[in-house]
């Protein structure tokens, strides 16, 4: 599964490579005959947090979900913690051999809640992929913000998160994420 942040701040460049990114995965899984799914997420405060299907586990990768692909737009802003839930939740009943999500993000959890900010979305993101290892789901990050280092490996531990210096490199990245989690 890959978790997609549409959050305001992908505007542009990085949502672009995004995009990018989810294009060329999609169509190495369709290939190899991989079963995936992918979703946007962002939020706005306590009241609404949103994971947006742009393709289903079970839906074709077809002409329409290509367009969804590209039409994926930055919305709100990165409340990531409640659709980590709602998506791992997901993946639960889902029958895999390896059911690793993938988030892709830019940066840190924000909101216009003040209460988010800062340290209280970390822990919320934190806590939220806390509960999806006990369950047995390990979930892994590719971030684009040079600042991730300090706070990443606090959410996903070390192994679980890649902090890229270049947006470019998201579409490589994927790719090889992808390969080291699933072998």
């Not at 542009?12 to 490579?17: K, S, T």
């Not at 988030?103 to 806590?127: H, S, V």
């Not at 913000?145 to 998160?161: F, L, Q, T």
Request: one cysteine or more.
């Amino acid at each position: 599964m890959f978790m997609v942040d549409i959050s305001g701040s992908t505007r542009g460049w990085i949502n672009d490579a995004e995009r990018e990114a989810l294009i060329v995965r999609a169509e190495a899984l369709n290939t190899l005959g991989d079963r995936y799914a992918i979703y946007g997420l962002c939020g706005w405060t306590r009241k609404r947090r949103e994971a947006f299907r742009v393709k289903g586990f079970d839906g074709p990768w077809d002409d329409a979900v290509i367009g969804r692909v590209c039409g994926i737009e930055p919305k709100d802003c990165t409340r990531t913690g409640a659709p980590i839930r709602h998506r791992v939740d997901k993946l639960e009943r889902v029958v895999a051999r390896t059911k690793p999500p993938v988030t892709l993000a830019d940066g840190k959890p924000d909101d216009n809640d003040l209460e988010y900010r800062g340290q209280c979305g970390i822990e919320d993101t934190r806590q939220s992929l806390f509960e999806a290892r006990r369950e047995g789901i390990h979930a892994y990050c590719i971030t684009i913000d040079r600042a991730g280092r300090n706070y990443r490996p606090h959410r996903y531990g070390a192994a679980d998160c890649t902090v890229l210096d270049d947006v470019a490199m998201l579409p490589l990245e994927v790719s090889d994420t992808y390969r080291k989690i699933t072998t």
